[in-house]
């Protein structure tokens, strides 16, 4: 069933923007005229498109065998590489729905989106991160869920499994995949994929670096989020390019794959290219294969991002948009390097966008700064089965918004100023300051607890916990993420300082004044207590 109206599919067929294949149909299309290229690899395994083809129906086989119907809906928590992507597209081949998890995600994350979302299994290797997948499975308690095991070794389809493949097939416009987004509540929203989004943004990738189909990419960005999805398991499949991936992101590692496969469009948030560029091995390895790299996620740093440029010939690039949005604008290799690192490019005019006050008046006209908010080709479909959530995404008719505050110039070029959601962003990854504080408020020695960014030159943010104490009661920076592992929170919610007070700034409505708080974050830092460890993961 096609979760976009018709009126859209209508319009947006006839303009060229979607069309009516599948990514399983360009990976048939791949192993037939392309077989022996590469499609994945990483750090170990090497698959050609005919091999790829063959896994995801080995996969798409095993699925139905284990009894799934189509429309039923699995969580899959693969590390990045391969498998995952084949998973997907045997999951489409066999009419099933991902939920798409996040790699690093704790037990009460799992537990809710698999939950939320009715999932019927967990599929997985039998190891994930050194963690039993099957005891993991029956600890997690989800009701009517079993664990099911994959790796590449499944048995072969059949002819009658290639048959049943094509009548439950997940069409371009129908639910494919679910994934999760930042949720001020703490707990992740549901983001509704379906496949033409992506193709649209073929086009809007090719036209901002000019790809093509012997262009070798590489996304060290996890597979089952907005960036990694169209960086890796979209855009080098539909051009039949072969794509790198790292099972676990490291950047020297990174730089060295880059240089063994010649690569030759990188994407990563900014966080991994700055570690990238900090690399020792960054003066030693030949890295001119590079012509572009796809960034975002997070401010992009102008002056590390044009060294990163000078060292590499790569031209650096970013969309601004999200999740939920796709892309409002976009830089272009035709854009100045002053216009690229300082703006995120021009509006998209298939995205309709404009802007609107705190009080949802439009004011495009003003330039802002103001909430941008628009429609079009690249939009999801909405959250999944979450009406208040919906109610805040979109505006009265049908334009979805972004909470950060941007403004517009004459020339159309679109810049960031501000942020209204209370959000931290540490590495690319969205982590609800509200959802922060209402964790470490759980610990016995807490009595208030306010969560903010602390500036960081890799990582652009980092998680500062802000913290009066119970009388009499102490704590430290371990006993609160001991406490917090405890309870199964996912890893990067976990604070990585720990500054005490005395007492809190208050506002006149009663409420923890955060603006007082980000005015003295500098001396909270310089006595909090921390955690730290420049060489921590990004993912």
Same mark, same amino acid.
């Given at each position: ?56 129906? %080995? ?43 996040? #790699? ?45 095991? $994959? ?83 979209? $855009? ?54 590079? %012509? ?34 796709? #892309? ?11 216009? %690229? ?18 009080? #949802? ?6 330039? #802002? ?92 943010? %980092? ?77």
């Amino acid at each position: 069933m096609n979760i976009v109206p018709q009126e859209h599919i209508d319009e947006y067929t006839a303009k060229g923007w979607w069309g009516t294949e599948t990514l399983s149909d360009r990976v048939r299309a791949n192993a037939s005229a392309r077989g022996d290229v590469t499609a994945f690899v990483n750090e170990s395994v090497r698959l050609d498109w005919k091999t790829f083809d063959d896994l995801a129906d %080995r996969i798409a086989a095993h699925l139905m065998r284990e009894g799934l119907s189509a429309g039923q809906r699995i969580g899959v928590l693969l590390e990045d590489g391969p498998l995952v992507h084949a998973t997907y597209v045997g999951a489409e081949r066999a009419g099933v729905v991902v939920v798409g998890l996040g #790699g690093r995600a704790g037990d009460r994350e799992l537990q809710y989106l698999l939950t939320r979302t009715d999932a019927v299994s967990l599929v997985s290797r039998a190891q994930h991160r050194g963690d039993d997948m099957e005891a993991r499975a029956q600890r997690l308690a989800v009701p009517g869920l079993t664990w099911l095991g $994959i790796d590449e070794d499944l048995p072969p389809a059949s002819e009658a499994d290639r048959i049943e493949m094509q009548a439950r097939r997940i069409g371009p416009n129908e639910l494919f995949l679910l994934n999760s987004t930042s949720g001020t509540t703490g707990m992740p929203k549901l983001v509704t994929q379906f496949q033409n989004r992506w193709f649209f943004y073929l086009q809007l990738a090719q036209r901002a670096a000019n790809l093509t189909p012997d262009d070798v990419f590489m996304s060290v960005v996890p597979a089952p989020f907005g960036f990694g999805l169209w960086t890796a398991h979209f $855009i080098p499949t539909l051009l039949g390019a072969p794509t790198v991936v790292m099972s676990k992101f490291d950047a020297t590692e990174a730089l060295r794959m880059i240089e063994r496969e010649r690569v030759t469009v990188l994407a990563a948030v900014s966080t991994q290219f700055l570690l990238m560029l900090n690399s020792p091995e960054m003066g030693n390895l030949d890295l001119s294969s590079l %012509r572009a790299m796809f960034t975002g996620g997070e401010a992009v740093p102008y002056e590390k991002a044009a060294a990163f440029e000078e060292r590499t010939g790569a031209a650096v690039l970013q969309f601004f948009g999200s999740n939920e949005t796709g #892309g409002f604008s976009g830089t272009t290799l035709a854009d100045t390097r002053e216009r %690229r690192l300082t703006s995120a490019g021009r509006v998209l005019p298939e995205m309709n966008v404009r802007l609107f006050d705190d009080d #949802g008046n439009d004011v495009t006209a003003t330039g #802002g700064p103001a909430q941008p908010g628009g429609h079009g080709p690249a939009m999801c479909a909405g959250y999944f089965d979450d009406d208040a959530a919906n109610a805040e995404l979109y505006t009265a008719d049908g334009d979805m918004l972004m909470g950060d505050y941007v403004t517009i110039d004459e020339e159309g070029y679109l810049t960031v100023v501000g942020r209204k959601s209370d959000f931290i962003i540490r590495g690319g990854k969205n982590i609800s300051a509200p959802a922060v504080e209402a964790e470490v408020a759980q610990h016995p020695s807490i009595d208030l607890a306010a969560a903010i960014a602390a500036p960081d030159e890799v990582f652009g943010e %980092r998680v500062l916990v802000v913290v009066t104490l119970v009388p009499g009661a102490s704590a430290t920076l371990a006993d609160i993420n001991a406490m917090l592992a405890e309870r199964g929170v996912t890893r990067e919610m976990f604070p990585e300082y720990l500054a005490i007070v005395d007492e809190m700034p208050i506002a006149s409505g009663g409420k923890i004044a955060k603006s007082a708080l980000k005015d003295q974050v500098a001396d909270l830092v310089a006595r909090a207590e921390t955690t730290i460890n420049a060489a921590s993961p990004v993912r």
